[in-house]
């Protein structure tokens, strides 16, 4: 089947506004990873969905990002208070129970 | 705290062998793996390493020593193609995230 896709592929927005990332993992996959990707930077993990367990948030940098994952597939990421440090590249990515990571091609945020 | 380091930037040459390598230091361990990333798209995997030694995929192999806390990626035959940034990502034993190093940005010229 398809692999993992997210929505929007591009979002400008202004400072201060909220914003939401969608991410559709691969059917049947039961993990769920959000990542951010600074320009030139590695990735920074962010929250971390295993099927009907809390969610791991460890990584969000700021109370002003939240996730959820909706009847275990679809997931939003959202961002309230936009501020332009939160500009980069928002990559999902999910796992059926291997090791492998299957990422999405990403959102990028840009925050004017 | 987790800390992994690579190389940020390499240069080889059209059809010769170059050695990423990435040591780690992390609290806990359950695999590496290496992703390659071309500009504007997603990592797409390349290689897994839960035991020592040399795993072999075609043109690519990756090794790992858990000891040292030390793995490198090879790549044989450079091609044009080959030209992407190499991250290089060690999982915990706990959830299985991922923790990434910078990546290594492997430019191969003809």
């Known amino acids: 089947g398809a692999g993992v896709s997210q929505s929007p592929s591009n979002k400008v927005t202004e400072k201060g506004k909220d914003v939401e990332l969608r991410c559709d993992p691969i059917?049947?996959?039961?993990?769920l990873y959000w990542y951010r990707q600074s320009l030139g930077q590695g990735l920074e993990f962010l929250i971390y969905?295993?099927?009907?367990?809390?969610?791991?948030k460890s990584g969000l940098p700021s109370d002003r990002f939240s996730a959820e994952r909706t009847g275990g597939s679809v997931s939003t990421l959202t961002i309230q208070r936009t501020q332009q440090e939160d500009s980069a590249v928002y990559l999902c990515?999910?796992?059926?129970?291997?090791?492998?990571?299957?990422f999405g091609p990403g959102t990028r945020l840009t925050v004017t | 705290g987790q800390n992994i380091d690579q190389p940020t930037e390499m240069t080889a040459t059209e059809g010769a062998i170059v050695q990423i390598n990435c040591t780690y230091q992390?609290?806990?361990?359950?695999?590496l793996f290496w992703y390659q990333q071309h500009a504007g798209e997603a990592p797409t995997f390349l290689s897994y390493n839960v035991l020592d030694g040399l795993e072999e995929k075609g043109r690519f192999s990756s090794f790992l020593s858990r000891s040292k806390g030390y793995s490198y990626l090879l790549l044989k035959e450079l091609q044009m193609k080959d030209s992407a940034s190499y991250l290089c990502?060690?999982?915990?034993?706990?959830?299985?995230?991922?923790?990434f190093g910078s990546g290594t940005q492997l430019t191969v010229l003809p």
């Open positions: 969905f295993q099927g009907n367990s809390a969610p791991d």
């Open positions: 990515a999910s796992t059926g129970g291997g090791d492998e990571q299957y």
């Open positions: 059917s049947g996959h039961t993990a």
């Open positions: 990502a060690v999982s915990d034993g706990s959830a299985r995230q991922l923790t």
């Open positions: 992390t609290s806990g361990f359950n695999g």
